[in-house]
């Protein structure tokens, strides 16, 4: 059974700094391409940060230049350190992995349970 588990989620100032952790755990035999999502209420699931399996990162738009995504040499436990939060910062975030348990399974995506980021004075 493979899970992801966030944490390092909080309640911070605007300008305030996070650092989120995703630790997966289970039977993984490879990893593909990792990612943190964030969900704010009443607004879609959007894609914040990736990091490929050969550690090409990718930020969106509203984050560059503030975020930045990466993994332990394990690969396996990603983070994502936030700097510079500004309240519409404010938001669920999930981590996601593609991985595939066993050399001859497919890759599928499995999620996080979210852990609550909250930027406000």
């Known amino acids: 059974q493979v899970q992801l588990t966030e944490s390092g989620g909080g309640s911070v100032q605007p300008g305030g700094s996070l650092r989120l952790s995703c630790a997966t755990s289970g039977r993984i035999f490879s990893f593909n391409t990792m990612g943190w999502y964030r969900q704010a209420p009443g607004k879609q699931r959007e894609l914040v940060a990736s990091i490929t399996r050969f550690g090409t990162t990718d930020y969106a738009d509203p984050v560059k230049g503030r975020f930045t995504i990466s993994r332990d040499n394990a690969k396996t436990t990603m983070f994502l350190q936030m700097n510079s939060l500004k309240p519409e910062d404010t938001a669920v975030y999930y981590c996601?992995?593609?991985?595939?348990?066993?050399?001859?399974?497919?890759?599928?995506?499995?999620w996080g349970q979210g852990t609550q980021v909250t930027v406000s004075s």
């Open positions: 996601k992995a593609a991985l595939r348990s066993s050399y001859y399974s497919d890759y599928s995506d499995y």
